[in-house]
């Protein structure tokens, strides 16, 4: 159960603190209930309300890794490998997935995948892919320089540099 003042992320929402924990009727017809009550971190006048009873909204709810967490994570990750998946259609299911369960160590071997791949390619990544790639850089980006109080374009040559792939960018 997530403490009040705790980080947690919450979806697409990114990293939120846990503000509260109220009761609330937030509808005319609706009785009373426990909510946790969500700040995103990137969006100061959001509020996000979790009902406590519903296990698979509060089950969203993730704590953020610490400074130590993501680097042990990123050394555990170093020299393995996401595998190219050269059906187009079977790739992009596949990488939707990965993006799905927004979980940090898949979303980086993701990452190192399509630098590797866009470098490797001699025309680099296609647009489609390139767009998954923007997408995973912007959900680690943002955990990430929360986590290690680094600018957000600072994470891409982190990551780089903790897979052994300092120097490669997709292209």
């Known amino acids: 159960m997530p403490q009040i003042d705790e980080y947690v992320k919450y979806g697409a929402n990114g990293i939120c603190r846990v503000a509260a924990v109220e009761r609330l009727k937030l509808g005319p017809h ?5 909510y946790y009550i969500l700040k995103p971190v990137h969006q100061n ?5 979790v009902p406590v009873e519903n296990e698979t909204l509060v089950h969203r709810m993730r704590p953020v890794l610490g400074e ?84 957000s374009r600072s994470v891409p040559d982190y990551i780089r540099a903790h897979l052994g792939l300092a120097g490669e960018e997709a292209t």
């Open 30 to 34: 609706m009785a009373p209930r426990e």
């Open 45 to 49: 006048d959001a509020k996000i309300y």
């Open 68 to 151: 130590k967490q993501v680097e042990a994570l990123l050394m555990q990750l170093r020299g393995r490998e996401l595998a190219w998946i050269e059906d187009r259609r079977q790739r992009a299911c596949a990488f939707q997935a990965i993006l799905a369960r927004r979980e940090l160590g898949e979303l980086v071997l993701l990452a190192g995948c399509l630098y590797r791949h866009g470098k490797a390619a001699p025309r680099g990544l296609t647009a489609s892919d390139e767009q998954v790639l923007r997408q995973v850089e912007k959900i680690v980006e943002q955990e990430l320089a929360f986590v290690l109080r680094r600018s």
